[in-house]
């Protein structure tokens, strides 16, 4: 069974970059995993940040950018704002039109 | 495209729920239409998606044989069905819409319980 990792938790400074890594228990990541960006904030919907690596979605601001890392998926937060303290998924294409969430990383801003 | 779901159910176990999922806006039979399960205080996990064009449905490993996702292209809505409830089933049920999951629809929570 693919197993996606995430840091747990992380925390950045107001106005300071963070990155945030997807990798898989067993291999690297690559483009090939299409890997995507999730959004969510206490009580709300996910929201989609970024796809297929590096593509960000409609509407969101350019300080998230999405890139891979050595041999994970990475989301990066440049000028992180106060908003920006949420969970955040990544999800990847494993094949055969399935997908898998990494356990999310709950970001603090402080 | 928005996306709106069915209202919160309560169920007991053993027992099925329908769940549906209805985009607007947009071209329903060329969208994926995904269905992301979050337990309480949980991460999100995928399900299962169907494109309304194909048809067919396609299920995660965890799910295969206890959900069904089907489509009705003529009202623009799609349902999933979970069966055999357990109360670890009781969690958000949510409906992603696109192939880049772009559009969520609001969130449907069930709730099993004797």
């Known amino acids: 069974q693919t197993v996606v990792t995430q840091e747990p938790s992380f925390s950045v400074s107001p106005g300071g970059t963070v990155t945030l890594t997807c990798g898989l228990s067993s291999g690297s990541v690559s483009v090939s995993y299409y890997p995507s960006w999730y959004q969510q904030t206490p009580g709300q919907s996910p929201r989609t940040l970024i796809y297929?690596?590096?593509i960000r979605s409609s509407g969101v601001p350019g300080r998230f950018s999405g890139s891979i890392v050595g041999n994970k998926a990475a989301l990066t937060i440049t000028g992180a704002q106060a908003d920006d303290e949420s969970v955040y998924y990544c999800m990847l294409s494993i094949g055969s039109g399935n997908y898998v969430f990494g356990g999310g990383t709950k970001l603090t801003v402080l | 495209v928005q996306v709106v779901q069915s209202g919160a159910e309560v169920k007991k176990p053993g027992s099925s729920v329908k769940v549906s999922c209805k985009a607007t806006?947009?071209?329903?039979?060329?969208?994926?239409f995904n269905w992301v399960r979050q337990a309480p205080r949980q991460g999100l996990e995928w399900m299962g998606e169907?494109?309304?064009?194909?048809?067919?449905?396609n299920y995660a490993q965890n799910f295969q044989g206890s959900v069904s996702i089907t489509a009705d292209k003529s009202t623009s809505t799609v349902y999933m069905e979970l069966s055999s409830l357990r109360s670890e089933d009781t969690a958000l049920y949510f409906c992603?819409?696109?192939?880049?999951?772009?559009?969520w629809g609001q969130g449907t929570p069930v709730i099993v319980s004797s």
């Open positions: 806006g947009g071209s329903f039979s060329s969208y994926s």
């Open positions: 297929s690596t590096n």
């Open positions: 169907i494109i309304p064009t194909f048809g067919t449905a």
């Open positions: 992603a819409v696109g192939s880049a999951f772009d559009h």
